[in-house]
């Protein structure tokens, strides 16, 4: 995996040594000052700039470094600026934090990579926070324990936020979504004994799974099964299983098939009972799956917190897209606490080189990937398919919601401290082959034959 610089603005990596010179890679760096604490890690990153600034050109910075050793530049640096003092200043600019020991909640699912890698890899701890990550059993408790304040943040369902500031299935409360976790990376499963079965107008009476009602798979398996002329109410049986639920239930006959996250879809490969029918990136390749999400209260109570919280998690969604970081993350996120899932799995979906369970091995980099701006579109695309069906009744300010919940402004604004690029311009939607117009969602909900509303 290659080297991460915590003192650079984004994501910059090196081919060898780390940022302060006293390391043969930056991961040893990171580890080293992580786990000397929160101290050293102030000081070797004002060590690390101050490098920087007196000896800019890199390739000089280097050889200079080797010759004499970090320790000696640092000391001849120090008679003229006090390194210790800077750091102080440094450490008393991050006090700001009004919270530094911070509760996550997730869910362990390949799109929750982000949050969950950011804190092996140092990403929290880059901004100065203390995060534990808390593997939570499903949505339904996710979002209890962040209104109950039990989370002070948490991994949740893009829809999820919405609904909740809505009070759709919970007492309204405003929540916000400062980054999308992850596109695409979703799937139909079927069980072994459907593989004759892949025309959708044949499922008739099927049972299919998904993980919680208000979520891109309800609305995804939804819009595909009535382009084929079902109505998801009335000739299949939906229901909602915790996704790690999901492949016990496919062996044990309980589902015929869910549309759900990975690793659920591989691992249903992986134990030989259920195959991959189609990636959700092929109905609407790009769609958001997971965000980010916390509760306005905690952005208003602790805005420094948030900000740095937030800058930590964009920071790891663009390592996260690195194609070259994937096995890395794999591996990282494999263990018990994390995904608890064999590494071999987590590499198939990460990679998107994968057996599909039918036999064939299939190429598809863009199976999951991960991209952090919470475009408003997604927002109104989601609340026309709430609409559609009868979740939510009467006029809906479409745009109004998309604002308040996803926070692209602010997302930009990090991106450019982090030196990413934010993107600019209407986001292009096309969901199996029809276009979505955000500035006209009630003719969009009009259009569809089958619906609720």
């Not at 530049?73 to 440094?90: C, E, M, R």
């Not at 990550?133 to 324990?145: N, P, S």
């Amino acid at each position: 995996m290659a080297s991460f610089d915590p003192t650079r603005r984004g994501s910059r990596f090196f081919s060898t040594g780390c940022a302060c010179g006293r390391h043969a890679s930056q991961g040893e760096h990171d580890r080293a000052v992580t786990d000397a604490g929160e101290d050293t890690l102030y000081a070797s990153t004002v060590e690390a700039a101050v490098l920087r600034a007196v000896m800019p050109h890199g390739p000089t910075r280097r050889s200079f470094l080797s010759a004499v050793g970090a320790t000696t530049a640092l000391a001849a640096i120090g008679q003229f600026l006090p390194l210790g003092s800077v750091s102080d200043a440094f450490a008393q600019g991050a006090g700001a934090l009004e919270k530094k020991d911070l509760k996550i909640g997730f869910i362990p699912i390949t799109c929750a990579t982000p949050i969950i890698m950011a804190h092996p890899l140092g990403f929290y701890a880059k901004q100065g926070l203390n995060v534990d990550i808390i593997k939570t059993a499903g949505w339904a408790v996710i979002r209890d324990k962040t209104i109950n304040k039990e989370y002070d943040a948490a991994h949740m369902l893009a829809p999820m936020p919405i609904a909740i500031s809505m009070g759709v299935g919970s007492q309204p409360t405003p929540y916000v979504i400062p980054a999308i976790e992850n596109i695409n990376g979703q799937a139909i499963t079927l069980a072994m004994k459907h593989k004759d079965k892949r025309d959708p107008k044949m499922w008739k009476g099927f049972k299919l799974a998904v993980p919680f009602d208000y979520s891109m798979h309800t609305y995804l398996l939804r819009y595909y099964l009535a382009e084929h002329g079902l109505d998801p109410d009335t000739d299949v049986q939906i229901r909602s299983v915790p996704p790690p639920e999901m492949v016990a239930n496919l062996r044990a006959g309980n589902i015929d098939g869910y549309l759900g996250p990975d690793p659920f879809n591989q691992r249903a490969v992986y134990d030989g009972v259920g195959f991959i029918h189609l990636l959700s990136k092929e109905l609407w390749d790009g769609h958001p799956c997971c965000a980010f999400a916390a509760s306005q209260d905690f952005v208003t109570q602790a805005p420094n917190t948030f900000h740095a919280l937030a800058k930590a998690i964009i920071d790891a969604t663009a390592y996260a897209q690195k194609a070259e970081n994937r096995k890395g993350i794999a591996e990282a996120i494999a263990p018990a606490n994390y995904l608890n899932q064999p590494q071999i799995v987590l590499e198939q979906i990460l990679t998107g080189t994968y057996a599909d369970g039918l036999g064939a091995v299939k190429t598809d980099p863009n199976r999951i990937a991960f991209d952090a701006f919470p475009y408003d579109a997604f927002a109104i695309w989601i609340l026309t398919q709430m609409k559609r069906w009868g979740q939510v009744k009467g006029d809906v300010d479409y745009a109004g919601i998309a604002k308040q919940v996803f926070l692209a402004t602010g997302t930009a604004d990090l991106m450019k401290e982090l030196g990413q690029t934010p993107p600019t311009g209407t986001k292009t939607i096309v969901v199996m082959g029809k276009a979505f117009d955000a500035s006209k969602p009630n003719d969009y909900v009009a259009s569809f034959a089958i619906k609720r509303s």
